[in-house]
């Protein structure tokens, strides 16, 4: 570490990330992979796949297809379940320095309940992250596009958890800010903004939609120039401490954010092409530059 | 089971040459030390195409042969990806990430038989120099393409002695006039105690379904290298999905990077992938 190197970061609700870089949801698993690649426990935050209340297969294959500058997936919440994640590898990240976020998604407001209750008394467990904006399942969108929505869901949430609950919002909104003051206002310690883009890719040779479902999550360096208007909209809105994501491929992109008023960031599709992409980003941002 | 990650590492490595074979096959041979000296056959590398975002994701290739210090790897130039590789030059950088992904389980005695269809050739030089060197001599290679200028060239299957090699075309410009799967029949009286097979998922199930139609008990060794549409390569995006028989022969979802490529054909589900829409590659 230099005597510049960036400096922790305080989300509220006793959860202090180590720095500003973290992974982003969906693209670091639970830790497990990438800490066979990289040294994890460098970075600021892990936030983990999107998990369930019950076991989730995903969606058929293909579940991604690379776009200009990024890619599409619909991998559809694959994930072991709040259970599995509390009992089986919750004791694995004992030892791990890197604060694990639990990323939570859910059809009702009682599976998001469910979900934060079970892993309340799991010790590894840092923080929490509602993820009320997956685009690839058929319900939980709903809890991102409407602000009352979002508001009743962190709200019972807050009743049942003492941890920083971090709020995963959507870009697919007419007004991302008006949905971040409705989560700030029910409760929320800190925002993260945003997830994937809902698109398309036609097979060029069929005609058809190249996803199964039609639609599904782009992410990339495509999206950053999107994420960084929507997370400037969202900073100017709330008080609260906002996360930036979306296509941060290096430190400059990265920084990006923290320029628009952002005091931490993930890295998500860019650890897919390097795994080291989030460390390299955090060697490459400086004390001075939030 | 889950595939070791401890191995992997990402490398710049020296672009040595891209040889035209013919028909549109190409070897990349690349200086990549690391690699070269962790790659087990069946396994595979990322590799970035060009500096740019786009094309963005890493492309994988199974290590197709190491010696020394250099690797080789067998493709096509289909995309966006694979264009930007043919066009490497010697001295280029070669921005690599591996080995990944598990690979064959390389028996030490009996009867094998390499079953390859276009591309799939890729692993068996890596796969058959395991062999030999286990003490293994009894291998015959079934090699099947549309055509004969897409055959990977016999002698290059291992080096310096040859396996025996019996080629298939489509079209009959070379070899058996038919698919491949029909000299596995003739094969098969021979009764080999592994097989490994690779190439498009449609003709590995036509190898299961040969097998299985033969009426002779499966080999005990029966091992397939599968391809999907891959993010990540190590386990974290979840994209490359395919349909494996579970527990109770239930379909499960399980990835191509970690948990394959090489699987054991008689856990996939082949009906499962027969059913799925062909892949948007590039």
Not at chain 1, 216 to 234: C, D, E, K, M, N
Not at chain 2, 28 to 42: E, I, K, Q, T, W
Not at chain 2, 103 to 112: A, E, H, P, R, W
Request: aromatic share 4%; hydrophobic share 45%; proline share 7%.
């Amino acid at each position: 570490m230099t005597e510049n190197a960036p400096g922790s970061v305080d989300l509220g609700r006793g959860l202090t990330l180590p720095n500003p870089v973290g992974l982003a949801s969906g693209t670091a698993g639970y830790g497990f992979e990438l800490e066979q690649l990289i040294d994890i426990n460098r970075l600021g935050a892990l936030y983990t796949k999107g998990t369930t209340m019950d076991a989730r297969a995903g969606n058929p294959p293909p579940r991604v297809a690379e776009t200009g500058g990024g890619m599409l997936n619909s991998i559809g919440l694959q994930n072991p379940g709040v259970d599995s994640v509390a009992t089986t590898y919750a004791p694995r990240w004992t030892g791990w320095s890197i604060p694990i976020i639990v990323n939570i998604a859910g059809g009702s407001v009682d599976e998001y309940v469910h979900c934060v209750s079970v892993l309340e008394p799991v010790s590894e467990v840092a923080g929490i992250e509602l993820n009320i904006s997956c685009p690839n399942i058929a319900q939980g969108l709903d809890f991102g596009r409407d602000p009352a929505e979002a508001a009743r869901l962190v709200a019972a949430v807050r009743a049942v958890t003492q941890r920083c609950v971090i709020v995963k919002l959507s870009p697919n909104v007419t007004d991302i800010a008006a949905v971040a003051r409705a989560v700030e206002d029910a409760g929320a310690d800190a925002v993260s903004a945003v997830n994937t883009y809902i698109g398309r890719k036609i097979h060029r040779a069929t005609g058809r939609s190249v996803l199964p479902l039609g639609t599904g999550g782009l992410s990339g360096p495509a999206i950053q120039p999107l994420a960084l208007a929507a997370v400037a909209a969202v900073c100017a809105a709330v008080h609260i401490p906002v996360i930036g994501v979306g296509g941060i491929i290096d430190a400059a992109s990265a920084r990006d954010f923290l320029i628009v008023g952002a005091c931490a960031v993930q890295v998500g599709t860019a650890t897919f092409v390097n795994p080291e992409t989030a460390l390299q980003v955090l060697d490459g941002l400086r004390v001075d530059d939030y | 089971m889950t595939a070791d990650l401890s191995r992997a590492a990402l490398e710049t490595g020296e672009v040595l040459v891209v040889e035209r074979l013919g028909g549109g096959l190409l070897e990349l041979v690349a200086r990549l030390p690391h690699l070269a000296a962790n790659a087990m056959p069946g396994t595979f590398a990322q590799l970035r195409c060009g500096t740019s975002t786009t094309p963005l994701l890493r492309r994988p290739f199974s290590v197709a042969w190491t010696h020394d210090d250099t690797c080789g790897f067998v493709f096509e130039a289909v995309g966006a990806g694979t264009r930007l590789l043919a066009a490497l030059q010697p001295g280029d950088p070669l921005d690599t990430l591996g080995p990944l992904g598990n690979g064959f389980s390389v028996v030490d005695s009996g009867s094998v038989v390499c079953v390859s269809g276009g591309l799939g050739c890729a692993p068996f030089p890596l796969l058959i120099n395991a062999l030999r060197r286990r003490g293994v001599e009894d291998i015959l290679v079934l090699n099947g393409a549309r055509t004969a200028t897409r055959l990977y060239p016999a002698e290059r299957f291992a080096r310096p002695a040859v396996p025996v090699v019996a080629e298939a075309t489509d079209d009959g410009t070379r070899g058996h006039h038919g698919p491949v799967t029909e000299l596995l029949q003739q094969a098969l009286s021979s009764r080999p105690t592994a097989i490994y097979a690779c190439g498009p998922n449609a003709m590995l199930g036509a190898v299961m379904g040969t097998l299985l139609e033969s009426g002779a008990d499966l080999p005990p060794t029966l091992e397939a290298s599968l391809e999907a549409p891959m993010g990540c390569g190590f386990g974290t995006c979840l994209g490359c999905a395919l349909p494996v028989l579970g527990e109770d022969r239930v379909t499960v979802w399980k990835l191509c990077c970690t948990d394959g490529p090489v699987m054991p054909m008689r856990d996939v589900d082949w009906d499962g992938l027969r059913a799925l829409p062909g892949a948007d590659v590039a």
